[in-house]
């Protein structure tokens, strides 16, 4: 006996044509006008007797894929085994390292409160590269994510850790991966260089429209506009080298000009050079309470995220992938993913830096840390 699997949903299309999507295997089908209407039918009827070879070939194909399953089959079960294996997974250690909270701009939506330049102390360097010991298995995943603040403002830190942390990746025969999460104000192609000889390619960049509306959202210290200089460093970069991702942050002050910021971009001839993300902006975090009249609806973010791919599309960056089935949500709920502030204070969530309850610790006092289900 077949049953529809729980997660199996079906989305009606243009010219009566429809997507068949299974959110736990991620398997993804486009169904013409008749194999939506047959579709349809056999999703609501699957044990029934069919006769004509296109509903019982369709009804194979749906099996097949994991649309219809079997009806004696458990899915919320494993699922739920296989998120509690993926959380306690220790063949990977993801660190999110803030070495400075010094930051170059004042976007109006940061979560960080002031930016004193405190920044990590060598004893605070040698007490992470103890912690990451502490936590990487032989033979593992190390990955560091660099974060602030404004990460390029502590560039030696960074890059002296980075080669540190590679060589203990190297050491326990682990594997290495780094990435930034950087404003891009002080990428420029000598530091991507630098930055590139240590194994850290892949660049998150924030860019909130246009000049006018980016300046206005994430403006400098000095006054300067951040839209040029982002923008300019990006178009010296070498493509092929650095992989940038550009983000959006949605919220109700941009959402009428992101369609001309894709269309800014495209006219630099970035257009297929870069990636371009929209997320919409959520007030998760106590500072980020206030920001919430600037939140738009999940409906709301439904219909402009629509628009924005269709933007994308015309104007030839790649869309964005299709959702893909993930084994947990992010990092706050895998026991091998930390994030360390410019104090050395570890916790679960990036939302979370600067805020005292939510502190695991001090990679200064590993034997003191909170276990992770403390925090979630
Ligand atoms: S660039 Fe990042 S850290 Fe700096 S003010 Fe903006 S959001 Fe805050």
């Known amino acids: 006996m077949l049953k529809r699997s729980a997660y199996t949903l079906l989305f009606p299309s243009f010219e009566d044509s429809a997507i068949i999507f299974n959110s736990a295997s991620g398997r993804l089908c486009r169904l013409s006008a008749r194999a939506h209407e047959l579709g349809r039918g056999i999703l609501w009827r699957p044990n029934f007797p069919y006769r004509d070879a296109d509903r019982v070939r369709l ?60 920044t990590w102390s060598a004893a605070d360097e040698d007490a992470v590269v103890a912690f990451a010991a502490r936590e990487l298995a032989a033979g593992a995943a190390l990955s560091v994510t660099w974060y602030g603040g404004e990460p390029l403002l502590a560039l030696p830190i960074v890059l002296r850790m980075s080669g540190r942390l590679r060589d203990l990746a190297v050491s326990r025969r682990a594997t290495w991966s780094c990435d930034m999460v950087t404003n891009g104000t002080l990428l420029t192609p000598d530091t991507a260089e ?48 650095s992989a940038i991702g550009i983000r959006i942050n949605l919220m109700r002050d941009n959402a009428a000009s992101i369609g001309d910021l894709v269309r800014d971009l495209s006219a630099l001839g970035l257009a297929g050079q870069v990636g371009i993300s929209l997320a919409p902006m959520e007030a998760m975090s106590k500072p980020c309470r206030a920001l919430a009249d600037r939140v738009v609806s999940p409906e709301a973010f439904a219909d402009l995220h629509f628009e924005f791919l269709q933007v994308l599309e015309a104007e030839g960056f790649s869309p964005e992938s299709v959702p893909m089935p993930v084994s947990n949500y992010c990092g706050a709920d895998c026991d091998q993913a930390f994030v360390i502030d410019w104090r050395g204070d570890v916790f679960r969530c990036w939302n979370d830096v ?23």
């Open 59 to 118: 009804r194979e194909e749906f099996v097949e894929k994991g649309f219809l399953v079997d009806s004696g089959r458990d899915e919320l079960r494993e699922l739920r085994a296989s998120y509690q294996r993926a959380r306690a997974d220790r063949s990977a250690c993801a660190l999110t390292l803030a070495p400075t909270r010094a930051c170059n701009l004042e976007c109006v939506y940061c979560y960080e409160g002031r930016h004193e330049p405190e």
């Open 194 to 241: 630098a930055l590139a000889a240590v194994g850290c390619m892949e660049y998150q960049i924030t860019l909130d429209g246009p000049k006018a509306t980016n300046d206005r959202l994430r403006p400098s210290r000095d006054g300067s506009s951040t839209f040029d200089r982002i923008v300019g460093n990006i178009t010296r970069l070498d493509l092929r080298t």
């Open 354 to 376: 600067g805020d005292e309850d939510k502190r695991l610790g001090s990679v200064h006092e590993p034997a003191a840390l909170r276990a992770p289900a403390a925090c979630r």
